[in-house]
């Protein structure tokens, strides 16, 4: 199946109301039959738990107490001045417990877990930011964790793989296949299987069979509502946009979510392009525009002809998986959210304005939303939508989520920018 | 089961029934490790003692599979396999032996070709039916279309784990057998035969399925004697993938006519 023309879809319903398993024609359960059960579980846990107020009054308090919510919304003038009459707005899951939004999902999932009487949760990792918010995650319920982590991203993601072995859970590089993330989840799809009595597997993004991309939505919504309400307390209005980076996207559906049926609202997920999407070294499967089934779902995927997954490439660990949530399949399809690949060398530049300017250094996964940011700005300016004569509530606001720190990537970026001696620099890759 | 469609896995099953055996069911991968060598490693299967041969299309992402298999299928597509050579491989098999042939495939493989062209194709090649490790019936519509209308044998995979309810839905979606999954966790050779397998079974033939085949961890002789005590046929891959791999294609004869001496009742 090919891709249909953008805003060929029907859907005239509530887009907001969306459940799984099926999101027009993505999503599902493409999974083996060993794992039904288990996915029924999960499914009846967390339907139950969210009409529970002893369980919405926990997370909360976990949320408040502990994740550090609500995340801050600020303004960064000097990174958008070259763009008169545009204000950018962060949405800072960077000051997040762990550095990023991954904890928010997490959080949720280890109540279920803990819920369900599991006693242990596994999970797989690119950047290492899940896998770091899933060992904190066992450290604080006193859980058993194995997180699966791409031999190749064990490399690029060193620091990540120490912070999680410190918090106490055993890392396994994998070293079959391509060696990044779509490796460590089928790795840790094999270890559900046959493990599923004890163990819950903490996906961390809003791909795989029903009910994750429901489920871990739910639990990153909470980006979107503060930032609607932050956007009217701090601006008197709705954005005109917000930005999110798409690698399975998890932080984008969860900022979009608060929006979507905000007609004016424009939404827009920055998927990787690595070296370019015309040169196939790239991790941007909505732009690839090829449909199949991978990790349980039906939805835009890196394929060859023949059906096989097509390795992906991305300077961000993050975004460096061939899939995407098939609610961002159906998003795209019905229009409501545009989708655009960003290179690696344009999501390099935004990481060092925004460091340079703002003084904040954004994980490289979040600069390729930086780098839509910047782009959308730029054409507001040239088409005259906007100048430095457009009066403040008129202005355009942007909001991007800020989705993670730099921290982790310090040495990737310190190699891209030659900062490091030649024969050091492969530490960073 | 839906049975007014000729199936050839069950004629097969029950002519080794008539024959007082166990049906023995061998697993190898299509291409590996060239695809004529898989061909001459299927023939040797058929002729010694097979009655049904389940070829596995190499994929890049087997969650189901253990080191071997995983590694056997990873060599075959780095050799350059692609899909459609399976049918080839189909043709060869079922003219150069009498036993029926099945592809076991994860699903992108055959819903990137188009469902109905991959089912024409390979009931065109002769095949029999299609095990599918990660389809359940929940997402098989177009399946159920595409097999009925070129008579395929659909093997639905039950499980340990699998609730009362997916368990009928499964023996209810099923043609041919169904496949009893013996254990919970990915191919590869074990030590014994899973406790658990008996009563995924049981399970299975009381909710109504005449042919209950038992796969995952079958590796020995006396696993498939085992087998025959509860089960209509044992289904053994991981054994015959390291023979191929270790000996080539005539080790594979030897092991399943070793295997095969379990198969018998009497
Ligand atoms: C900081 C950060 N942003 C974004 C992502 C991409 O994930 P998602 O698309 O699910 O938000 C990751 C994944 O590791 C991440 O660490």
Redesign the interface.
């Known amino acids: 199946m090919e891709r249909p023309a953008p805003g060929s879809y029907e859907h005239d319903g509530d887009f907001q109301q969306l459940e799984g398993p099926y999101f027009g024609r993505y999503g599902g359960q493409w999974m083996p039959e060993s794992l039904m059960a288990a996915l029924q579980e999960v499914e009846e846990t967390f339907r139950k738990a969210i009409k529970d107020p002893e369980f919405i009054a926990e997370l909360n308090d976990l949320n408040t107490n502990y994740i550090n919510r609500p995340s801050l919304l600020t303004e960064a003038p000097r990174f958008a001045q070259d763009h008169p009459g545009v204000r950018i707005f962060l949405k800072r899951e960077d000051l997040n417990h762990t550095g990023s939004h991954k904890i928010n999902n997490v959080i949720g999932q280890a109540l279920l877990a803990k819920r369900m009487g599991k006693t242990r949760l596994i999970a797989e990792t690119g950047a290492g930011q899940h896998g770091v918010a899933t060992a904190t995650a066992a450290a604080l319920f006193g859980l058993e964790c194995t997180v699966y982590m791409g031999e190749a991203d064990t490399k690029r993601q060193a620091l990540n793989v120490a912070r999680m072995e410190m918090l106490g859970a055993e890392v396994k590089a994998v070293t079959i296949g391509a060696r990044t993330l779509k490796d460590a989840i089928n790795e840790a799809l094999r270890d559900w299987v046959a493990s599923v009595d004890t163990t819950h597997y903490l996906l961390g993004t809003v791909t795989g069979p029903a009910p994750f991309p429901e489920m871990v939505r739910y639990f990153h919504q909470v980006i979107g509502d503060e930032a609607r309400e932050q956007s009217l307390e701090q601006t008197g209005k709705l954005p005109d946009a917000v930005i999110a980076c798409v690698g399975g996207g998890s932080n984008a559906i969860g900022l979009f979510h608060g929006f979507l049926d905000d007609k004016n609202v424009q939404l827009y997920g920055m998927e990787a392009g690595g070296a370019g999407v015309e040169t196939g070294k790239h991790a941007a499967p909505i732009a690839l525009g090829r449909v199949g089934v991978l990790h349980g779902a039906r939805t835009y995927l890196m394929q060859d002809e023949d059906g096989q997954t097509i390795d992906s490439h991305s300077i961000s660990a993050g975004l460096d998986y061939p899939g995407v949530g098939p609610q961002h399949a159906f998003l795209h399809d019905t229009g409501r959210a545009i989708y655009q690949p960003v290179s690696d060398s344009e999501a390099m530049d935004a990481f060092k304005l925004l460091t340079r300017s703002e003084g904040i250094m954004p994980a490289i996964e979040s600069s390729h939303a930086l780098a839509g940011a910047l782009r959308l700005a730029a054409k507001w300016v040239a088409d005259g939508v906007v100048d430095e004569t457009t009066p403040q509530d008129e202005q355009k606001v942007i909001i991007v989520n800020l989705s993670g720190r730099g921290d982790k990537d310090v040495s990737t970026a310190a190699t891209w920018f030659g900062m490091v001696p030649e024969d050091h620099a492969e530490a960073g890759e | 089961m839906t049975e007014s469609i000729r199936s050839l896995t069950a004629e097969k099953i029950e002519q080794a029934r008539a024959e007082g055996r166990t049906a023995f069911i061998g697993y190898l991968p299509a291409g590996y490790p060239t695809i004529d060598d898989s061909i001459e490693a299927a023939v040797q299967l058929g002729n010694n003692g097979a009655d049904i041969i389940e070829i596995g299309l190499p994929?890049?992402?087997?969650?189901?599979d253990?080191e071997v298999i995983?590694?056997a299928t990873?060599e075959a597509?780095q050799n350059g396999f692609?899909?459609?050579d399976v049918f080839h491989i189909v043709k060869e098999v079922t003219s150069r032996t009498d036993a029926a042939v099945v592809i076991m495939t994860y699903?992108?493989?055959?819903?990137?070709?188009g469902v109905d062209e991959f089912s024409r194709r390979f009931a065109e090649a002769g095949g029999a039916g299609l095990v599918t490790?990660?389809?359940?019936p929940?997402?098989a519509g177009e399946w159920f279309e595409a097999s009925d209308k070129y008579e395929l044998d659909r093997i639905?995979?039950?499980?340990?784990?699998?609730?009362d309810e997916?368990v009928k839905l499964?023996v209810d979606s099923s043609r041919g057998f169904v496949y009893a999954?013996s254990v919970?966790?990915?191919t590869g050779a074990r030590g014994e035969v899973s406790n658990a397998a008996e009563r995924v079974v049981r399970r299975a033939h009381d909710a109504g399925a005449p042919r209950v085949c038992v796969g995952l961890g079958i590796s020995e002789p006396h696993h498939v004697v085992e087998i025959g005590s509860y089960a209509d046929g044992a289904i053994v891959g991981t054994a015959l993938v390291s023979a191929l791999r270790d000996n080539g294609p005539q080790a594979v004869g030897e092991i399943t006519r070793n295997l095969v001496t379990g198969a018998s009742k009497n």
């Not at chain 2, 994929?59 to 189901?64: A, G, I, L, Q």
């Not at chain 2, 699903?107 to 070709?113: A, E, F, G, K, S």
């Open positions: 994929y890049s992402d087997p969650v189901m253990g995983q590694k990873a597509l692609r899909v459609a699903w992108n493989l055959v819903d990137r070709m490790p990660d389809l359940v929940e997402e639905f995979l039950t499980a340990p784990s699998s609730p997916r499964t999954v919970m966790g990915i």
